[in-house]
């Protein structure tokens, strides 16, 4: 099958126009058009095609993910609580993953710390069928009150894990107390029976490891892992299927740009995925954030 250029632009101006009127929250088409402007006419594909990665991942895709982490959680619960070593019935398993649900916490990682795109992912959490109800969703400054209240099990979540310093920096950054302040780490090592997840929808193995070795006592659950020489923007997507000459432009345009922004992080260039989860993540590839100038239109205040 193939299409041409018209009709492929054609196409993702629908899906787009569709994303801002129905999907994304504080995104008009307006603001896509404005963004448009900082690509040239010859150009143009360029930010069409990087539009196109802000839906790379449907409501069922983001749903198939969520049910995967969940049941890697309840895997990793099964194994390490011996609930398989209980009664074997249905019934008696049902039953003891029900009050090990009742003592569970969702939590979104801070975004004053790190990604506000976490907060977002609450809602897909939420909506997912494959999360049990009776699941706590709490803010991450009333941790201390629910281990208090005798709830065990601790779950954050996220979309990303890239080099793994953003979280490690939050994990020894977040402060409780008044008086006397203590951090997560203090908290995870002053309540040893408390077990601390952290669900995350895609990561670097680099990272991952990064932050296993900070953050021992923290188990960390990834649905898809990134080999470490992945390139995102590869034939897999539908558009570089369809269109797979255009590539090349593309990323050189992504190179270029991100030289001009002086942005350096190695994985950067991974980044044109994003999230879908109710509005564009700004978990983003720099191209969407602000030059130093301010000459750069964002699509996404970040």
Same mark, same amino acid.
């Given at each position: 099958? *193939?299409?041409?250029?018209? @009709? ?24 896509? =058009? =404005? ?16 539009? +196109? ?8 895709? =983001? ?18 609580? @011996? ?15 029900? %009050?090990?649900?009742?003592?569970? /916490? !969702?939590?979104?990682?801070? %975004? *004053?710390?790190?990604?506000? *795109? ?6 897909? !959490? ?31 979540? +996220? ?8 979280? *490690?920096?939050?994990? $020894? ?15 995870? =090592?002053?309540?040893?029976?408390? /077990? ?31 080999? $470490? ?5 590869? @034939? ?6 369809l269109n797979p000459q255009l590539k090349k432009k593309v ?7 991100? $030289?001009?922004?002086?942005?350096? +992080? $190695? ?25 130093? +100038? ?9």
């Open positions: 099958m *193939s299409i041409s250029e018209v @009709e492929w632009i054609d196409g993702i101006k629908k899906k787009i126009q569709y994303m801002a009127n129905n999907v994304w929250d504080g995104i008009t088409y307006t603001e896509v =058009e =404005e963004f448009m402007t900082n690509f040239s006419e010859k150009d143009q594909i360029v930010g069409w095609a990087l539009l +196109d990665m802000l839906i790379y991942y449907s409501n069922e895709q =983001e749903e198939s993910i969520i049910s995967n982490l969940i049941r890697l959680v309840k895997r990793d619960i099964w194994i390490t609580q @011996e609930v398989e070593k209980r009664d074997i019935s249905s019934q008696n398993i049902e039953k003891a993953f029900s %009050e090990i649900f009742e003592k569970m /916490c !969702f939590v979104p990682v801070d %975004e *004053s710390d790190t990604s506000a *795109s976490s907060f977002n992912i609450t809602g897909q !959490f939420k909506k997912s069928r494959a999360v049990p109800n009776k699941i706590e969703y709490i803010k991450l400054l009333d941790v201390p009150l629910m281990i208090a209240m005798h709830y065990k099990y601790f779950i954050f979540y +996220d979309d990303i894990i890239g080099t793994g310093t953003q979280f *490690s920096r939050f994990w $020894k950054k977040t402060q409780f107390g008044n008086s006397k302040k203590y951090s997560l780490i203090d908290l995870v =090592e002053n309540n040893p029976d408390a /077990c601390f997840y952290y669900l995350v929808f895609g990561g670097y193995q680099e990272g991952i490891d990064k932050i296993k070795k900070n953050i021992p006592k923290l188990k960390i659950i990834v649905s898809e892992y990134f080999p $470490k020489n992945a390139d995102i923007l590869n @034939e897999e997507n539908e558009y570089w299927e990323i050189d345009f992504i190179m270029e740009k991100e $030289k001009e922004l002086d942005f350096t +992080d $190695k994985y950067s260039k991974h980044l044109p995925v994003l999230f879908q989860h109710g509005r564009a993540s700004n978990t983003a590839l720099s191209l969407y954030w602000n030059s130093k +100038d301010s000459l750069w239109h964002e699509l996404y205040k970040r």
